[in-house]
């Protein structure tokens, strides 16, 4: 019995085995593709515009591309995690502090030159270990039937003041939010960012997502709310049900409200596919990469190859943005800071 029971098992071992083969055969890439079937993206832009980006990617070049979508700060710890283990070729971020933590880390790759050339300094990190394929603005969503053009505040400081005790809203846990404090910090040093994130929490209210917060506004909830710009032009390109009562004030002259934050690209350098994935980056922030961005749902700034934004936005240049080095973006003093404020 026990010999009759050791040729079964061997039997079921050799069968598991062979299926096991045939499995790995049919997945195995064919002659003249690419090692693994392609690259694999770790995404944390707009899911719909990685997606239009892969397929444009993919149908000019054969290379295929896996997307694992997750935020900035799930992807960027994912990747430290993993390290030089990462199943990650390229790391699309929304905000700059994520690219930043995997970049001091060292993790990133050069970038090739041909890919850097195509993104203005401004829209890149001065280290030039990652670089900007999108950008999005501060701004304050207001109903302007209860805060007249003459009440806006002249500067995202002026939020933290008591005159402004209920009146506006954010969504301090989220990456948008935490880097235009990251900015903040970088222009205007510690003391002032904790003065005003104390000023904060005395007056704002707590939303889940810019999205609910402009909605809340829109509700009349609050008077207004510190979010991303392209909130409130993708709810105006649908039913813009959530924002008919909202418009938009910009804080310009280099105002620390004027924060343009640049979305990244990176290439790991533990990528077994370089080559592919500087291709993809390459394609990213090139021309047709970036009218895909114009032309899309995302309502992003374009940054590279020098195509022009979707006509409906504020233009770049009249943003007045301030000087701020993605590269010095602080998104682990931001968090310390804003857990002793009592926001996070």
Not at 205 to 215: E, V
Not at 238 to 267: I, L, M, R
Request: charged content about 20%.
């Amino acid at each position: 019995m026990t010999i009759r029971k050791n040729v079964l098992a061997g039997m079921a071992l050799i069968a598991t085995a062979a299926l096991s083969l045939t499995a790995c055969s049919a997945n195995a890439p064919a002659a003249g593709e690419s090692d693994a079937g392609g690259i694999t993206v770790y995404n944390a832009q707009h899911e719909s515009l990685t997606q239009e980006w892969v397929d444009a990617f993919t149908a000019e070049t054969g290379i295929k591309v896996t997307v694992r979508n997750g935020s900035d700060t799930e992807m960027s710890n994912q990747i430290i995690q993993e390290g030089k283990a990462s199943p990650a070729d390229v790391f699309l971020t929304e905000n700059s502090p994520a690219m930043t933590q995997v970049e001091n880390a060292g993790l990133f790759a050069d970038i090739d030159k041909a890919t850097i050339d195509q993104v203005p300094a401004e829209f890149r990190p001065s280290t030039n270990k990652w670089t900007g394929i999108a950008a999005r603005s501060t701004v304050f969503v207001y109903d302007p039937k209860k805060i007249s053009a003459d009440q806006l505040p002249k500067s995202m400081l002026d939020l933290a003041k008591p005159e402004w005790k209920g009146k506006w809203a954010a969504s301090p846990t989220g990456a948008d939010f935490q880097a235009i404090v990251a900015a903040l910090l970088e222009l205007k040093g510690e003391e002032a960012t904790t003065e005003w994130l104390a000023g904060m929490k005395e007056n704002f209210t707590a939303y889940k997502g810019n999205s609910t917060a402009m909605k809340a506004v829109n509700a009349g909830e609050v008077d207004g709310a510190l979010i991303y710009h392209y909130y409130y032009y993708g709810d105006q390109a649908k039913t813009g049900e959530n924002s008919k009562n909202v418009t938009s004030h910009y804080f310009k002259n280099q105002d620390p409200g004027a924060f343009v934050s640049v979305s990244g690209g990176g290439v790991l350098a533990s990528s077994k596919h370089a080559e592919q994935a500087q291709e993809f980056l390459k394609f990213v922030t090139g021309k047709k990469g970036q009218e895909i961005l114009k032309d899309g749902t995302s309502f992003e700034y374009a940054v590279g190859s020098e195509v022009a934004s979707n006509e409906k936005l504020v233009p770049l240049k009249e943003l007045q943005a301030p000087a701020v080095d993605p590269a010095k973006l602080d998104s682990a003093k931001v968090t310390d800071l804003m857990t002793k404020a009592g926001l996070l």
